[in-house]
């Protein structure tokens, strides 16, 4: 879990709190925060920092001791305006992966395209998937390789957790008939968005692999290690030719690379960057394999 969200901006976040609090209570005393409506929280050393949009009594009856005293002795006060959006904003940049150019909406007058490149505006919103973390951006190379090898126009391809729509969008470009899914209908919205910015038609439904009308030629799914583990099976039976799961850290993913093979999933290749990896796979008899 993120240590530090930005406040959403929907509700100006006027009311700061600092709560001292050791290591032991900090869960505790972030999960009040949380339920009392905070809209931001910042751990760091020695306690925590959170907004609300109005001083409140943070304790509960039954706290255990340390996170009572924690909670009475907070330290309220009343936080400048700021522009919270426009400082999360500041630190997206558009990112590359091999001819793909995922770039913020809000830098897209500024941004030149180079000849050759697949640019695509993305507004990741309340969705998982800027394009900056390592495992969005080493699926975005698979399918670069894969559309280059010409194994992406006119397949069919489904997005297993689609969070902004980024890699869905992506095939899409790239001319494959896509199918996106999330658990989270936040992230469906979002993904219908994104879609429609970039001028693509993605079938965008709320659900896992089992809201999928039938098999796909390709899987590509960037969840966690265990839930790649947990839908192994699913996720194999409805490709034909290839699965890319991704969202798999390096230290834990043969808890992942077992369970895919053991659902009968032939693996080719396996990168790996920043502590994460992607595996890519053939389904036993397809063409590819
Ligand atoms: N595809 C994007 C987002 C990946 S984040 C990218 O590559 O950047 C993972 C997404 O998977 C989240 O949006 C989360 O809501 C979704 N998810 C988590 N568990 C899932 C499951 N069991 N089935 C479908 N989606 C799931």
């Known amino acids: 879990m993120p240590s530090m969200s930005p406040p959403s901006t929907d509700h100006p976040a006027t009311h700061r709190v600092e709560v001292t609090t050791d290591r032991a209570s900090a869960e505790a005393v972030a999960a009040r925060l949380w339920s009392r409506g905070a809209l931001g929280l910042w751990e760091r050393s020695g306690g925590l920092v959170a907004w609300l949009v109005a001083p409140m009594d943070l304790t509960a009856d039954n706290d255990p001791p340390a996170v009572a005293t924690a909670l009475s002795t907070a330290i309220w006060s009343i936080e ?25 909406t809000w830098l897209a007058a500024e941004h030149e395209a180079a000849p050759g490149d697949l640019t695509i505006l993305l507004d990741p919103g309340r969705a998982f998937g800027s394009g900056h973390h390592a ?12 559309d280059l090898a010409g194994g992406l126009a ?7 957790g689609c969070g902004s729509g980024i890699l869905a969008i992506v095939a899409a470009k790239r001319g494959a008939d896509v199918i996106g899914v999330d658990i989270d209908t936040d992230a469906v919205a979002v993904t219908r968005e994104n879609a429609e910015r ?62 895919l093979r053991a659902a009968g999933l032939q693996v080719a290749d396996v990168q790996e960057r920043d502590g994460w990896i992607v595996v890519v796979g053939h389904r036993p008899g397809s063409a590819d394999a």
Do not use: F, Y
């Not at 400082?87 to 913020?104: D, L, N, Q, Y």
């Not at 039938?214 to 290839?242: C, P």
């Open 135 to 146: 495992t969005t951006t080493l699926c975005l190379e698979v399918l670069d390789d894969l």
């Open 80 to 104: 400048e305006d700021r522009d919270w959006q426009a400082e999360w904003k500041a630190t997206i940049t558009p990112i590359r992966a091999g001819r793909t150019v995922v770039v913020p």
């Open 154 to 160: 006119d397949r069919a391809v489904a997005d297993v």
């Open 198 to 259: 970039n001028d693509v038609v993605i079938d965008a439904r709320h659900g896992s692999v089992d809201a999928l009308p039938g098999t796909v030629q390709i899987v590509v799914a960037n969840l966690v290690t265990d839930v790649v583990a947990q839908l192994a099976d699913a996720l194999v039976a409805a490709s034909t030719d290839l699965v890319i799961a991704s969202g798999i850290t390096a230290e834990r993913q043969h808890v992942a690379l077992d369970a």
